[in-house]
T-cell receptor, first 113, second 113 residues
């Protein structure tokens, strides 16, 4: 799976949009971009994933550049409960159940009042 | 949505004893589950891939005789930490692939005293 690079930490004001970048310059054509987050002392929580089109769900938006070498996760109105470590993971999107997720360092997002 | 239940959420045990952690898929069948370990302020590290009805696949550096994995049914995988030592104290998390994503358990914090 392609390696990802994320900033170690970011701050965001409560109510503002949080934009979390991720570089994945070695991504291949059939690899998806997944985003998970981990709130302290909990298991990771799925946020969103995409292949090449921008995606939006009730939690967030995912913007993938045209060359697919980077992406941005957007939390439109960050709340204090969004404080967590956010992981950007790239992997093949086939249904092979043996393909696990490999976690990098992630971005520690701190939402401040 | 797909739910993975992990139990116990925390456990304290004496050095030299064994501890079993259970991971159950509640509303889907999981032929493969993954076990991760996370030390404080670090990312999740894959320990092993648990396959229903067959032997688990361990990552390099993970002792298979110390971390016993059993995946006897399509909804249950267990991780037993044998002869636990203080250095085994960590946050253990299981995961299973569900649909196009991955679902994680809530984690087990093991403290060996």
């Amino acid at each position: 799976d392609a390696k990802t690079t994320q900033p170690t930490s970011m701050d965001c004001a409560e109510g503002r949009a949080a934009n979390l970048p991720c570089n994945h310059s070695t991504i291949s054509g059939n690899e998806y971009v997944y985003w998970y987050r981990q709130i302290h002392s909990q298991g990771p929580q799925y946020i969103i994933h995409g292949l090449k089109n921008n995606e939006t769900n009730e939690m967030a938006s995912l913007i993938i550049t045209e060359d697919r070498k980077s992406s941005t996760l957007i939390l439109p109105h960050a709340t204090l409960r969004d404080t967590a470590v956010y992981y950007c993971i790239v992997r093949f999107g086939n249904n092979n159940a043996g393909n696990m997720l490999t976690f990098g360092g992630g971005t520690r997002l701190m939402v401040k009042p | 949505g797909a739910v993975v239940s992990q139990h116990p959420s925390w456990v304290i045990c004496k050095s030299g004893t064994s501890v079993k952690i259970e991971c159950r898929s509640l509303d889907f069948q999981a032929t493969t589950m993954f076990w991760y370990r996370q030390f404080p302020k670090q990312s999740l590290m894959l320990m092993a891939t648990s396959n229903e009805g067959s032997k688990a696949t361990y990552e390099q550096g993970v002792e298979k005789d110390k971390f016993l994995i059993n995946h006897a049914s399509l909804t249950l995988s267990t991780l037993t930490v044998t002869s636990a030592h203080p250095e085994d104290s960590s946050f253990y998390i299981c995961s299973a692939k569900a649909g196009t994503g991955y679902t994680f358990g809530s984690g087990t914090r093991l403290t060996v005293v």
